[in-house]
């Protein structure tokens, strides 16, 4: 009786089996799939993944320390607060004076933005960004370690709104949030003496303010010595973030900048002095001066650091015994290895041309032609290549004959394609047509047309438009166009074609380009090109070459060809901004069409127009572009043309421009006649892409005269029977849902009658959707000039 039933006792748990061999009877080694000795390869496979996340967690490790010691050590780059006030009470150059004095140790006679403070160990350099001037606000913001925000407390209680940012705040704020905020702070000024007073408002202050900044914003009195100290002590430990972005370029703002004259006329070498910050520089690099354009350097001097935080305490920026440049080294480009300043491709106009043949060609292509023609040859079933030889009897005039008497041709073969075509797609027509002799019969006729043919030109403008005005809706239907009368629609619209399927049906990209086209530059894969970008700024970080400033030197860029007009405006004592030099990463001086995914400003309430001129500003780029508007469409490769930005939603906006990796983020401003440039939209760069097709649509309406169940004649769409039977393939569709086709012209004014897939009301509008390719317009100038 015991057999299968019987008792099977736990075998010995052995001194040293592990918990997985101990459980491993209760795996069926079937279902589980895992061979016998997967366990020995587990153990392994756990130990490498171990290792794999030390190396990681090591790597990490590594670049936090280096980052650390590279922000905050005694070789690291000042560190810019930049000061901007949310209202007109905000009084920032007190404060800006107050900090530089407070950092400099107490030393008055200050003569530059940039001191070194040996109590903190620190080189800080203090902006003021001017209330009011929006475009100097968002570039400071730029080149800001550390934003910090003034207001006022008596803004708290003495303004209506009781809110200590007003308008300008407000606006300066939404774009300082596109540009890309860095670490933030918030100075709060002009708070009592009595501390529960100076409590209560800087909660308020808090309570105003916080839902307006990111969560690390860190809030500071400002009004003591013991408040700047407190500030002063927590900003030196302060781990600053800033925008990707700039993490990704080399750039130098500059303390002093000055003209050297150059050897043609009308072009300078400008000379920058400052510290590089963010990534090492190599001289045979492209460099982007902010407002003037892309240039190349002709040298780099690496100079003593005029502000080292060793020196004696109360030493100041620029201020030297000898106020003499000391050079500790230079580099100069090699001509084999740097790269050129190239931004437009040249084309070649003779390119598409086609030579004279020569006497060899044209035997050549005479004896291929008379071998088609024997090719051609109608012969007899069954006829073989020896009889074929015989026959020589006007064979080609046969065929003439033969194609004289079917005066349709090719044609008629097309067309009937085209209507197979129609009537497969279309099951609810074919469903139909046994009905087309009886609507032959109601509705065709010319006495039915005679009232038409007797109008003139006016009547028939007129009938239009107050047809258009009772059944038209232009915010709707934004796409519907008149067809003209006096210019035929096939010349009229003869760039555009009909599409079956706008998601599905195919566009060749490369059909029909415009000249602008031959002067861009285009990449096969632009996400691995900009990965082998990347990594050759990577390696040139990492490696110490010879031709190469290192991060946090101080040093003078030589920026050469640079046009004297423009350089002088950038050197100009009334000048308040400094002057930034960014490196460029390999291709960025090239010219292709850039999309940007763009959303109209809140505060911008003028119409903005597709190919408008616009002021751009593409990180620390700023040029003229002329965008083209269109719809973002996820899942298909064409995307419909808009006229105007619209508001609340985002668009596409295309521009030719100079290529620059993504992410970047795009401000969007316009000028105003006599006034400052006004913020018109904000965005970002989304892809580098010629070959994305933009389709401008117009729809053709035309209105039902007379209707019979699914079948109806309609008019006002064309005006001629060669423009029906020019956009016959074309598919129709309705403003209520239905869909049709064309089936034939009727009389002389361009009516037509037309089959649908069910029933047609009187009042309903019967459309024809077209579609041609556009393009961005090319700018007159690119950059704007200062």
Not at 70 to 92: D, K
Not at 317 to 328: C, P, T
Request: a neutral charge.
């Amino acid at each position: 009786m015991a057999g299968a039933r019987s008792q099977v006792n736990k075998p010995h748990k052995t001194r040293f089996a592990s918990k997985a061999s101990r459980h491993s009877h209760k795996i069926d080694k079937v279902r589980s799939g895992k061979p016998a000795g997967s366990h020995r390869a587990a153990v392994k496979g756990a130990r490498a993944a171990r290792l794999q996340h030390s190396k990681i967690r090591d790597q990490k490790r590594a670049a936090l320390l280096k980052e650390k010691r590279s922000s905050n050590g005694s070789s690291s780059a000042p560190r810019v607060i930049v000061l901007c006030g949310l209202s007109s009470s905000a009084n920032v150059g007190p404060l800006a004076e107050d900090l530089l004095i407070f950092a400099a140790g107490g030393d008055e006679k200050l003569t530059s933005n940039t001191v070194a403070s040996p109590a903190y160990k620190l080189r800080t350099t203090v902006l003021q960004a001017p209330y009011g001037d929006l475009t100097s606000c968002m570039e400071l913001a730029k080149v800001a370690d550390l934003l910090a925000f003034v207001v006022s407390a008596n803004s708290l209680y003495n303004s209506d709104s009781g809110n200590p940012i007003d308008e300008f705040g407000s606006q300066c704020l939404s774009v300082l949030r596109a540009v890309g905020l860095p670490s933030t702070a918030v100075f709060i000024r002009d708070l009592p003496s009595d501390t529960k007073s100076k409590q209560e408002l800087k909660k308020a202050a808090v309570s105003f303010l916080s839902p307006e900044l990111p969560e690390d914003c860190r809030f500071y009195a400002a009004e003591t010595k013991d408040d700047l100290h407190m500030f002063m002590r927590l900003f030196k430990e302060q781990h600053l973030s800033s925008p990707h972005w700039r993490n990704q370029r080399p750039y130098v703002m500059s303390e002093e900048a000055c003209i050297k004259p150059g050897d043609s006329m009308g072009l300078c070498t400008l000379l920058v002095s400052g510290y590089l910050r963010a990534h090492n520089l190599s001289v045979n690099q492209l460099v982007h001066v902010s407002g003037a354009g892309d240039f190349q350097l002709g040298q780099i001097d690496i100079l003593k650091d005029p502000c080292p935080v060793s020196e004696r305490k109360n030493s100041d920026v620029m201020d030297s015994d000898d106020n003499q440049i000391q050079i500790i080294d230079t580099f100069v480009p090699d001509p084999l290895n740097q790269e050129p300043l190239l931004v437009e491709n040249i084309p070649d106009p003779l390119a598409g041309e086609q030579t004279w043949p020569t006497e060899a060609e044209m035997e050549e292509a005479y004896e291929s032609n008379k071998q088609r023609k024997v090719v051609k040859r109608k012969l007899p079933r069954g006829t073989s290549e020896y009889q074929a030889a015989w026959i020589v009897d006007d064979t080609d005039d046969e065929g003439d004959d033969s194609q004289n008497d079917n005066p349709d041709g090719a044609g008629m073969v097309i067309d009937e394609k085209d209507h197979s075509e129609h009537d497969s797609d279309s099951s609810d027509i074919d469903a139909v047509s046994h009905f087309t002799e009886k609507f032959d019969q109601e509705t065709i006729g010319g006495s039915e047309m005679g009232d038409d043919e007797n109008l003139t030109k006016e009547q028939i403008e007129e009938d239009i438009k107050r047809i258009k005005e009772s059944n038209a809706d232009d915010e709707e239907f934004p796409d519907e166009v008149e067809t003209p009368l006096d210019v035929p629609a096939r010349k009229r619209f003869a760039k555009y074609r009909g599409l079956k399927s706008f998601r599905t049906s195919s566009w060749d990209p490369k059909e029909s380009l415009p000249p602008e086209y031959a002067r861009i530059f285009a990449f096969d894969k632009f996400t691995r090109t900009q990965k082998h970008v990347l990594a050759k700024r990577a390696e040139l970080d990492e490696e110490s070459s010879k031709d190469c400033a290192r991060i946090g030197s101080y040093v003078m860029l030589h920026v050469k060809n640079v046009p004297t007009d423009v350089a002088s405006k950038l050197c100009h004592p009334s000048r308040r901004l400094p002057v930034v030099v960014s490196g460029l990463l390999e291709h960025e001086s090239k010219i292709s069409v850039l999309h940007f995914s763009i959303k109209k400003h809140d505060s911008y309430e003028a119409p903005i127009r597709s190919k408008e001129p616009l002021i751009f500003n593409v990180g620390f780029r700023q040029f003229t572009a002329r965008p083209l508007f269109s719809s973002d469409n996820i899942n298909c490769n064409k995307h419909k043309m808009e006229r105007f930005l619209h508001h609340g939603r985002f668009s596409i906006a295309s521009v030719y421009a100079p290529i620059s990796f993504p992410p970047v983020p795009l401000i969007v401003l316009k000028n105003i006649d006599g006034q400052q440039p006004v913020i018109a939209a904000v965005g970002t760069l989304k892809s580098v892409d010629p070959d994305q097709i933009i389709l401008k649509k117009i729809v053709l309406t035309g209105y039902p005269q007379r209707v019979s169940k699914l079948k109806a004649m309609v008019r006002y769409m064309f005006h001629h029977p060669e423009d029906v039977r020019w956009f016959k393939p074309v598919e129709l569709w309705t403003k209520h849902g239905k869909r049709g086709r064309i089936k034939e012209t009727v009389g002389t004014h361009g009516s037509m009658k037309c089959i649908f897939n069910s029933s047609v009301q009187q009042h309903d509008t019967v459309c024809m959707s077209l579609f041609k390719r556009a393009f961005p317009k090319w700018p007159a100038q690119f950059y704007h000039q200062i």
